[in-house]
């Protein structure tokens, strides 16, 4: 299911005759940029385990472990033991030695010590030179021999590339290190040499344990001399902290660098390797691709598949027996692909009347994973489009199609190749290929920052946030985790944040949010939920002359309960009809309150879109302003915009019967919603309160500036105040004030306050423009 996305995208193209051609290129890319080096190296790894052989032996290692580390010291030794290290192993036999260790600069005296041992072994010491990269590639510094010991001593290349798995695939037979052309030491050891820029690949199928090895310390002792007798010895680290231990591949464990370096020259020894690369078994491949794409029998497009599939897998393992090097990956991807399009063209219509292929987008719905359902060790991820439903309702049918490609082709930057689920009102899925946690969630962190730029659709523009939702349950079957991911990504778009991941542990949270729906009812009797008065601002007099109701709630147990969350708990379950009364009839009574000193004191209360589909809102307000003896004029109501409204006649008419009463109408959160002209025009109302996230950043933003600029126009051009929330700083204040925006509400005017501080401040404020 791999390519299944890009089978669909290029279906039409596929079902002619230049599909061959496709797939040619596909796969051929697919090569060269080695997306299929993982499964190369499991290839290798596999036949190396089963071809395993023993050395020849001709090569020993004498290894500077813990034994001998124990015995001389840490690392770096004095040039004395050393010394006694080499003529040691040349009294016990050894023909040559190699030192993989760098033998650097240890100032004069040493230097001199050891050029005086070398000497005395003209032309059988090789030192190893090298290039330290831990600076970056562009940044390689060349490590060689002390200049003392230049004369003395053959210097050979330990340079090579060491791979994402943590071993080295292929070795140069020459590099050029501070300016002289080496020749690797691998090549020294075997006697087989290449040109320069010509590398040789290493055969692992040597068994590692099979190399003779001997402690440095053994040898010093004089117990070495069976191990070292008339071989070539390599001389490594191989203790912990000291030189690099590489992966050695079917053996499942890694190795000290020296070893690898005996594996390298046993390759050479076995003659001079022949590299064929991925074309021989690619265009191998491309024959039998060609045949099954166009041979009318299915069985015979099966037979040729399989039959090239299992030649690419066991010729390899035959052809390394004669030191001949081949790759399959190539071959198997390209015929990966012929199978999976030649299943696609068998089941594609069936899987779209089973209802696993989404019409619209192409991609597999979450059917596909309930029909095939099953445990994965992926961590699945949910991506939820906010406001997905209002946008698609906004365009003509035809223009859905174009939505989903821009959102796709964003998801698709982020998800790392891994296949992209097509479920219900903009929710996507994949499993992510990513097993490192912290690099998932920079993979969030990116999507998120892409999907800040608004989706053109047809000239329009629309923004368009996403949430995120992590699901790790690996022992579940995926149909369960799809829901886990998603309510995880639903309750992140809730509070606000990037993603969040699914925790099991929170199946009691649900259970107290339920218990809390229970103590609601309660709670209002009890006065546990109240009411705070936020104050509000002309900003052209300075002069306090309103307030925002905002409902709150301190739970007995569990302390401040978020309003975000008991609101929306009582509109899901009907209870926020019961809730709105209340805060209306206490707002009305603070109102009260401040009306005989303040008459034009106007008071806010925020109505649910929810309640506006019926008349009992009518009879609510009504019932609320004759209980309090209070002219109708003083109540605004804010309304939160949403596609709904606009589109449904029945809050239309609501609002018209209470601006014909003379309450005002307050669009709140103006910018988060809609936001569409088509809504400013049916909706009669009085001001346009601007959300915080474009006030807070106009001191320093342009463009924020400029969006809250041409939004106080357009208010006023509709006949509305512009009233701007999230006000912090006494700069904003100056700033909205120049630009002839009304009303502020904020932090730095006034935080949400109890009703008796309210009145307070109120009383004091009225005092104050009395006495000037």
Not at 420 to 449: C, K, P, R, T
Not at 521 to 540: C, F, H, R, S
Not at 728 to 747: N, P
Request: aromatic share 8%.
């Amino acid at each position: 299911m791999k390519f299944a996305h890009a089978f669909s995208t290029f279906k039409a193209r596929l079902r002619k005759p230049g599909a061959l051609v496709v797939l040619l290129g596909l796969s051929a890319l697919f090569t060269v940029i080695e997306i299929g080096n993982p499964l190369e190296l499991f290839l290798r790894t596999t036949r190396n385990a089963v071809m395993e052989k023993p050395v020849s032996g001709d090569i020993a290692v004498v290894g500077l472990d813990e034994p001998a580390l124990a015995a001389l010291g840490p690392w770096p030794w004095k040039s004395a033991h050393l010394s006694a290290l080499t003529d040691r192993l040349f009294a016990d036999g050894a023909t040559r030695v190699f030192f993989t260790l760098p033998l650097q600069d240890q100032g004069e005296t040493s230097n001199n010590l050891l050029a005086e041992t070398f000497s005395r072994h003209p032309g059988q010491v090789y030192a190893a030179a090298t290039v330290d990269y831990r600076l970056g590639r562009r940044k390689g510094r060349d490590v060689l021999p002390a200049a003392a010991l230049s004369d003395e001593v053959q210097t050979v290349s330990m340079a090579r590339f060491v791979g994402f798995w943590r071993g080295v695939s292929a070795v140069p037979y020459r590099s050029t290190i501070g300016g002289k052309d080496l020749e690797s030491i691998e090549s020294a050891l075997s006697g087989v040499t290449g040109k320069a820029g010509e590398r040789f690949p290493i055969n692992y199928a040597f068994d590692a344990s099979s190399i003779p090895y001997v402690s440095a310390a053994d040898v010093l002792s004089g117990h070495g001399g069976s191990v070292v007798r008339s071989k070539d010895v390599v001389i490594g680290f191989n203790a912990p902290g000291l030189g690099e231990q590489l992966a050695v591949l079917g053996q499942g464990h890694r190795s000290p660098e020296a070893v690898v370096v005996v594996m390298g020259a046993e390759t050479l020894k076995a003659g001079k390797p022949l590299n064929l690369g991925w074309l021989p078994g690619w265009l191998l491949a491309a024959c039998a691709a060609a045949y099954a794409l166009n041979a009318k029998p299915l069985p015979f497009r099966r037979v040729a598949l399989t039959a090239t599939a299992l030649v690419l897998l066991v010729a390899p393992g035959v052809l390394e027996a004669f030191n001949i090097f081949a790759e399959a990956m190539g071959g198997l991807s390209l015929l990966g692909m012929v199978a999976v399009l030649n299943l696609w063209r068998r089941f594609g219509a069936r899987q779209k009347k089973g209802g696993t292929i989404n019409p619209v987008s192409g991609l597999y719905t979450t059917n596909a994973i309930r029909h095939d359902d099953g445990q994965d060790g992926r961590q699945l991820v949910a991506a939820r489009i906010r406001r997905y439903a209002e946008v698609v309702s906004a365009l003509p049918p035809e223009a859905e199609k174009l939505l989903i490609k821009e959102i796709v082709a964003r998801l698709e930057l982020g998800a790392g190749g891994a296949q992209l689920y097509h479920g219900d009102d903009g929710n996507f899925f994949w499993l992510s290929n990513l097993y490192d946690h912290d690099l998932l969630i920079e993979q969030f962190m990116a999507l998120h920052v892409i999907f800040r730029s608004p989706i053109r659709v047809q000239r329009n523009a629309f923004d368009v946030d996403i949430s995120f939702g992590l699901d790790r349950e690996f022992n579940l079957p995926l149909s369960h985790r799809l829901t886990s991911a998603l309510a995880a990504a639903h309750a992140a778009e809730q509070d606000g944040t990037r993603w969040r991941l699914h925790d099991p542990s929170l199946t009691g949270q649900k259970e107290w949010n339920l218990s809390l729906l229970g103590e609601l009812d309660e709670a209002l009797d009890k006065g546990d939920i109240w009411v705070a008065y936020q104050p509000k601002m002309d900003l052209y007099s300075k002069e306090l002359i309103g307030a925002e109701a905002l409902v709150r709630w301190t739970h007995a147990v569990r302390g401040p309960v978020s309003p975000v969350e008991f609101v929306e708990m009582a509109e899901k379950h009907g209870r926020i009809d019961r809730l709105t009364d209340f805060v209306l009839n206490d707002a009305l009574k603070v109102a009260r309150s401040v009306l005989a000193d303040k008459p034009d004191f106007r008071i806010s209360v925020n109505i649910s879109p929810s309640l506006l589909v019926s008349r009992d809102i009518l009879d609510m307000v009504r019932g609320a302003l004759a209980r309090h003896e209070v002219d109708p004029t003083c109540l605004i109501l804010e309304i939160t915009e949403t596609l709904a409204i606009a589109q449904n006649e029945t809050p239309s008419l609501l609002m018209a019967e209470f601006r014909a009463m003379g309450i005002g109408l307050s669009i709140d959160d103006y910018g988060t919603g809609l936001s569409t002209l088509e809504y400013l025009r049916k909706i009669p109302a009085t001001e346009l309160k601007i959300d915080r996230r474009f006030t807070q950043d106009i001191c320093t933003d342009k463009a924020d500036r400029a969006v809250m600029r041409s939004t106080i126009q357009l208010a006023h051009a509709l006949g509305m105040k512009a009233v701007a929330e999230g006000i912090e700083t006494i700069e904003v204040i100056s700033l909205l004030s120049r630009m002839g925006c009304d009303v502020g509400q904020g932090y730095y005017i006034a935080r949400p306050m109890e009703s008796k501080a309210f009145l307070a401040r109120m009383a004091a404020d009225v005092a104050q423009i009395r006495h000037g």
